[in-house]
């Protein structure tokens, strides 16, 4: 921040476990797929010493992806910490995916962070900045995180530094665009023949000095006579937007006077401004030329996280209770407090087993600990994913990450970041805590995941895995949900978009080794009699010795929706002996679960029995369950049977340009508008009502109609009767043996 180097790099690979609070900085970088998130963190691991060369995505070679996954699709789909050492501070960088269908590893690193740094690319953000990191900003603005901008890809041909400040304070700035503003200004070498333009260095607007790369080496020049113009009116604007923000009411009446603020003052303002999350500076980083030690702008970078972000200490704690729900106070970022710790992350490691990323809040994690760990029932939208668990514990290794490796730590204190493996069946969002006194941490919301993946085991071998691998994976992972369909029968997992479940899929084979299957989902259907109907079932059958003798005439009729099936005896003169009365029942309840028409359930129709017809000897309760059902099965030849479909109520949020748009493919897929409702920030919520069966990929149809600006949610309402035309086509499909609906 001014504008001077003092690199204090740690070991290549591994940084001391941090002291103090005071000496953390736990800082999340956020920005869309492709912006350059990777290859920074790369740069700032190189300039801090922490790596001797930096490593390319293109090559799968970074320290932060990996996994044979990202290696294979270059690209991140986990969070990843690489922690570095600068300036005496340890500094904790939280690499996350891009990718919408991976927002729950960025929910993690938030919630690991205490400030983020956004990344947006010159090459990709031409108009306006990815929806998604619009919203990731939204949820920082929250909780009063505080925030800078890192623009990238300066160097592509037809990019403008001065168009992506306008178009990061329009789009970040709110209610005051002079919040986001510049610290330092590009300096552009000559185009080439390509149109592009190399990034040779930076110009600092309150030292007014050039941080030159050209030669290789980070070297200060003064400015050329032609840069004096535009760097004073940036400086102006500047130091006015570091004013309005300062504390000293004074200042701004000082500067307005012709007063020339001292630059010490300004640079104290801005930091105190950047820590408190009211102004947010945006500079511009590209990695270090071939041989070089230091990227553009990696230094300011990590001095303005050294000296500008918030330590832990400054952060607000998260809100816990006691397991039983009971109000704690909060905890105190205080190294020989209790401890309070959260497994922000877990994964697996085919040597290791399962390794929890660990964020202390108070107190300090040691190994050889004896903790109380505590996970939730409910997650914070009310869903019950996995049941509540508890369990004394004891911990085992601690070590920091880097990449592949894993360097041992003695002790965790609170603010820093921690792996711990074989944590006993930690789950991530589980707490940590004294074993006699826990508490529980108040969880952070995850996006309920909309999108069905119905799997089978593709051998016997791997059927004897799956259950346990599936439960392995939705623990690490809260943004899926395991389900297992008792109408349909299938193992359902539920994903956040076809990314997402490409990478499920992978990581059952790679890393627990079952093989499976994916198959069309099926939505389960109902069937109802479509009008009233009688039956006989008759079941006679003389083989030598006991036979078998049973008789019964039933009625049907339809009853309202939601009614079930009901059974009426109306049986007079004994004609069926009251001991079988129940096995007529207890047959056409089993033929109705089984179904009549296309194998789906029978709901909602009232089954009297009339008449029947026993034998002294050969009649029994399994003849009479037979004739049950098929009196049943004839019945339902003499009239129609309607099959009814679930109908969901869907809550779409979009802004207002789409709602056209997505009212019209609403209607597209059966659907019924129920209203609209205006909400915050220039966006409507729209309500309907559409048929399940038209809506199991809406999470990706809805991302491409409104450029991955909406979201929406659904909840189950009723069945209602499907429409003939659609109803044949399931019966057809039923009929061939294919899954149909």
């Known amino acids: 921040m001014g504008d001077k180097a003092h690199a204090h790099p740690g070991a290549a690979g591994g940084v001391p476990a941090a002291d103090r609070p005071s000496a953390v900085r736990n800082v999340v970088l956020v920005g869309p797929s492709g912006s350059g998130k990777t290859t920074l963190v790369e740069a700032l691991a190189l300039t801090a010493g922490a790596v001797n060369r930096a490593g390319r995505v293109e090559d799968g070679a970074t320290v932060s992806d990996y996994d044979e996954i990202e290696q294979r699709r270059r690209r991140s789909v986990q969070l990843s910490l690489v922690p570095v050492a600068w300036d005496g501070c ?20 938030l919630r690991a962070a205490d400030a983020a740094l956004f990344v947006v690319s010159a090459a990709q953000e031409a108009q306006s900045v990815a929806a998604t990191t619009r919203a990731a900003w939204e949820e920082c603005a929250l909780v009063g995180m505080p925030r800078a901008i890192v623009v990238t890809h300066l160097d592509t041909a037809r990019t403008s530094f001065e168009d992506m400040t306008r178009i990061c304070a329009e789009n970040f700035g709110g209610d005051d665009p002079d919040a986001v503003l510049p610290l330092y200004l590009p300096v552009l070498g000559p185009e080439g023949a390509d149109g592009h333009a190399p990034l040779t260095g930076l110009t600092g607007l309150l030292s007014r000095r050039i941080l030159d790369h050209s030669s290789g080496e980070r070297t200060e020049l003064p400015p050329a006579p032609e840069q004096e113009e535009p760097l004073r009116a940036a400086r102006d604007r500047l130091i006015e937007g570091i004013i309005a923000e300062s504390e ?12 020339d603020i001292d630059v010490a003052t300004l640079i104290a303002d801005l930091e105190r401004a950047v820590a408190r999350g009211s102004f947010h500076p945006v500079l511009t980083a590209a990695p270090a030329a071939e041989g ?5 702008g990696t230094v ?11 330590t832990p200490l400054e952060r607000t704690p998260p809100v816990v209770t006691t397991p039983s729900g009971k109000p704690r106070p909060a905890p105190v970022c205080d190294p020989d407090g209790p401890l309070v710790a959260e497994v922000v992350k877990t994964s697996s490691d085919p040597y290791v087993g399962r390794v929890s990323l660990v964020r202390v809040f108070s107190g300090t994690l040691r190994p050889d600990d004896s903790v109380h760990l505590c996970g939730h029932g409910l997650d914070a939208t009310g869903h019950a994913p996995r049941p509540c668990h508890e369990a004394e514990i004891r911990v085992g290794a601690l070590t920091s990450p880097f990449g592949r490796r894993q360097n041992a730590l003695d002790r965790c204190v609170a603010g820093d970041l921690a792996c711990v493996a074989r944590l006993g069946e930690a789950e991530t969002g589980d707490t940590l805590s004294p074993a006699d006194d826990p508490v529980l941490i108040e969880p952070w919301s995850t996006p309920d995941p909309l999108l069905p993946l119905a799997v089978r085991a593709h051998g016997k071998a791997d059927e004897d895995k799956l259950s346990q691998s599936l439960a ?10 395991l389900e297992q369909n008792p109408d349909t029968g299938q193992v359902v997992l539920w994903c956040l978009g076809e990314a997402h479940q490409e990478v499920a899929l992978e990581r059952l084979r790679s890393r627990y080794g079952v093989q499976v299957d994916a198959e069309p989902h099926r939505v389960p259907l109902r069937e109802t009699f479509a009008g009233r109907a009688a039956g006989r079932g008759r079941h006679v059958k003389q083989s030598g010795g006991h036979g078998q003798f049973a008789i019964c005439e039933i009625e049907v009729e339809p009853l309202p929706p939601g009614s079930g099936i009901e059974f009426v005896d109306k049986v007079v003169g004994g004609a069926v002996p009251r001991q079988f009365i129940p096995s007529v029942e ?4 089993a033929q ?13 129709v009232r089954v009297t029995l009339l008449d029947g017809k026993a034998h002294s000897v050969d009649s029994s309760d399994a003849a009479f369950q037979t004739a049950g059902a098929l009196a049943l099965r004839e019945a339902a030849s ?14 779409v949020l979009v802004p207002d340009d789409y709602v056209g748009p997505v009212m019209s493919d609403l209607s597209g897929r059966r659907g019924r508008v129920v209203g609209t409702e205006q909400g915050a920030g220039g966006r409507t919520l729209v309500r309907a009502e559409v048929p399940e069966i038209e809506v199991g990929r809406y999470a990706v149809d809805l991302r491409s109609l409104s450029h991955g600006t909406g979201r929406f949610d659904r909840t189950y309402a009723r069945h209602e009767a499907m429409p003939p035309q659609i109803a044949d086509r399931v019966r057809t499909e039923s009929a061939n043996g294919s899954p149909g609906a």
């Open 300 to 310: 300011e970078l990590l001095e303005l996280i050294t000296r500008g972000f918030p």
């Open 592 to 604: 109705a679960a089984k179904g009549l028409a296309a194998g789906h359930p029978l709901v909602d």
């Open 248 to 259: 000293d009411e004074s200042l701004m009446d000082r500067y307005l006077g012709g007063e």
């Open 586 to 589: 207890k047959g056409i309840r």
């Open 292 to 296: 070089a030690r230091q990227g553009i």
């Open 90 to 109: 340890k500094i904790n960088l939280l690499d996350t995916p891009g990718y919408a269908d991976f927002v729950g590893e960025l929910r993690a690193g």
């Open 638 to 651: 003499d009239t129609r049977i309607q099959l009814l479909e679930p109908v969901c109520e869907v809550s």
């Open 472 to 481: 392995r994976l939705v623990a690490e992972d809260p943004t899926l949900r």
